[in-house]
């Protein structure tokens, strides 16, 4: 029996080189995937994608019937936050849902009937002003327009 023929586990013999060139192939194949799992959401996060001007200019907000009166909802504004609210007379308001602050994220507080700034306790009335704590100035406000059934805000 000729050696090189051998065929024992864990020991290819050198007359396979197509299931040789396979496992190259599948393992640089896999090496190449595991780069871009890891390098593409890094790259996303480092490129945040582009949005136009005009399109943050306005945008739909949500559809009529989302918000009950005395709640609210944050809604993207192209890439920053924006809190629409139904006071509980039934008016839409909206505004720049981010704090003047240090830029935290403020929601609408049903208990309150107030927009509230949860990283420092910063407190606004439903007009946008400040009513308590530590930001400087009031909130960005939007115009809120309804559409059929869509809510549009825009900027004023
Ligand atoms: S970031 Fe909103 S009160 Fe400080």
Redesign the pocket.
């Known amino acids: 029996m000729d050696s090189s023929e051998s065929t024992s586990p864990g020991h290819p013999s050198p007359s396979s080189p197509p299931r040789r060139r396979f496992l190259n192939a599948f393992l640089g194949g896999g090496t190449f995937a595991l780069l871009g799992a890891i390098f593409y959401p890094v790259l996303r996060f480092i490129l945040p994608p582009e949005i136009s001007e005009a399109a943050t200019s306005s945008v739909t907000a949500g559809q009529v019937g989302d918000l009950k009166p005395g709640s609210g909802k944050v809604f993207r504004f192209g890439n920053q936050p924006g809190l629409l609210v139904m006071t509980a007379a039934g008016q839409y308001k909206a505004f720049s849902a981010v704090?003047?602050?240090?830029?935290?994220t403020?929601q609408y507080r049903a208990d309150m009937s107030q927009i509230w700034?949860?990283?420092?306790?910063?407190t606004f009335n439903l007009n946008g002003q400040v009513v308590s704590?530590?930001?400087p100035k009031g909130l960005e406000e939007y115009q809120v327009d309804l559409r059929g059934t869509e809510i549009v805000v825009s900027k004023a």
């Open positions: 704090c003047p602050h240090l830029q935290c403020v700034c949860a990283c420092h306790n910063g704590g530590p930001p």
